[in-house]
């Protein structure tokens, strides 16, 4: 299984490579291997993706693999400054994280045999597709912009009417909060995959001493769902309100690594609206848009990850439950608050975790039929989301009291299914055996 996944995972990425060059655009095996030189875009991620890998190594090992990597780093750094580079884009530190994931690799080939190798082997694979993960969307955000000229944003900001225009509600409030507010968010929505390592961390704290993997944790999920939702992205492009319906001033500075000569004023946005006066309501219809805004809404990804966060926090220790919700709840509020993504979004977002979580340990339990059917129904619910969003958005705008609650009504059943069902797979306490009552004495006349 694992070289299947190993396969069908470089398969993809070769092909998202030929596609981005096809279209002149940097593809991710590329960017990742300029990362070996060059300053990294995603230090930070780098160092959580080595931290990742470290959980298959004694603590000697550890402590050598992060000694190692800091002497990387500050190698770089010094020739770097010895040759008066700036680096103005990316991050001074991370080379040295990728050089020891990548030695670990190679160490794994040449020097370990048998379950040693393939353990090894395990960890530095997961390390480089979480940093591969980041390229691949990155990527993929480059291709939709490229290959979707027009954006079904009018469609969603119209069904939105039916939640109550949450986008325009929460951005008044991150408004308000002012700047302490804002980089409180912006630091949460930036660090999603660095929650995710350490939420993963806890899950496979135990790898070096059983010498083997658990069947289900977080970083397979962060996986599926970086594989398979950008394909959405294709299939329905929405950019946001912070762009379709507001200047995207405040947020520019996201947009411009796609492009960087392209000037924050570009007149694409139908009004500008956002976050002050929701949409008026009239016949949607699609709208042509740049080429350089990510088409990167339906469904919300940042929602779908914080979710995953959510549900694998749940059987760990009271600090990593508590940051886990914290998580899930900062990011709703930073998805929304930043212009970023609808209401609709969101909702879409959260059933498609649960679909791909109850997939996946559908598999684990042998392919269980209850969890069979709740990954369809998951399926079933979110493919009726975004033909609503699509073909009904008139009509939930003008009903919001009916679609409204429907909308809740149809994900809370997804979430209340997922509980339900993944409850009968959690190993029942046996009962203690009832104490032997003990023998009474005989009486002696």
């Known amino acids: 299984m694992w070289a299947a996944g190993t396969a069908v995972a470089l398969g993809f990425l070769v ?27 995603s230090g930070g991620l780098l160092y959580a993706s080595m931290a990742l890998m470290m959980v298959v190594l004694t603590w000697r090992q550890r402590l050598i693999a992060l000694g190692a990597a800091i002497g990387v780093d500050l190698v770089f750094v010094s ?54 993960g980041r390229k691949t969307g990155d990527t993929w955000l480059l291709i939709t912009s490229e290959t979707r000229p027009l ?67 977080l970083v397979r999920t962060f996986l599926v769902i970086g594989l398979i939702g950008p394909a959405f992205y294709m299939l329905y492009p929405v950019v946001g309100p912070i ?36 949409p008026p309501l009239q016949p ?15 469904p919300s990804l940042h929602t779908a990850w914080a979710t995953a966060i959510f549900i694998h926090s749940r059987k760990g220790p009271r600090v990593l439950r508590y940051a886990g919700t914290f998580w899930l709840v900062a990011t709703l ?41 709740l990954a369809a129904y998951g399926a079933t619910v979110f493919t009726a989301l975004l033909v609503s969003y699509r073909y009904l958005p008139s009509e939930m705008a003008e009903h919001p009291w009916v679609f409204g609650p429907l909308l809740l009504l149809a994900t809370g059943s997804v979430v209340y299914g997922y509980v339900r069902t993944t409850a009968r797979w959690e190993p029942k306490a046996a009962p203690a055996p009832a104490p032997e009552p003990e023998p009474r004495p005989e009486l002696i006349v």
């Not at 670990?104 to 940093?131: I, N, Q, S, Y």
């Not at 350490?198 to 496979?204: F, K, R």
């Not at 699609?286 to 809404?297: K, L, V």
């Open 15 to 41: 092909a998202l490579e030929l596609v981005a060059r096809r279209l002149g655009l940097p593809g991710p095996m590329t960017t990742q291997a300029r990362e070996v030189v060059f300053p990294p875009k």
């Open 79 to 132: 020739v770097r400054w010895a040759a008066g580079v700036e680096v103005t884009e990316g991050h001074p530190f991370g080379n040295g994280a990728l050089w020891v994931t990548l030695g670990c690799a190679v160490f794994a080939v040449t020097r370990r045999t048998g379950p040693e190798r393939v353990l090894l082997l395990k960890g530095a694979g997961l390390a480089l597709l979480l940093m591969a």
């Open 284 to 298: 949607p219809r699609h709208m042509s848009f740049d080429e350089i805004t990510p088409r990167n809404c339906m």
């Open 151 to 217: 954006v079904l944003d009018q469609y969603v900001a119209t069904a939105d009417h039916a939640l109550g225009n949450p986008s325009w509600l929460v951005g008044r409030v991150v408004e308000a909060s002012g700047p302490i507010g804002f980089n409180f968010l912006d630091f949460v929505y930036g660090q999603l995959a660095v929650a995710a390592v350490v939420a993963a961390l806890y899950q496979l704290r135990n790898v070096a001493v059983e010498r083997r993997f658990p069947r289900h944790h």
């Open 333 to 373: 509020c930073a998805t929304l608050g930043f212009g970023y993504h609808y209401g609709a979004d969101l909702i879409a977002g959260v059933v498609f975790t649960l679909t791909i979580e109850a997939a996946l340990r559908a598999f684990d339990q042998g392919w269980d039929r209850s969890g069979l059917r």
């Open 243 to 278: 762009f379709a319906y507001g200047t995207g001033a405040e947020h520019w500075a996201d947009v411009s690594l796609w492009a960087p000569d392209m000037p924050p004023s570009e007149p694409w946005a139908v009004a500008d609206l956002w976050p002050q006066t929701p």
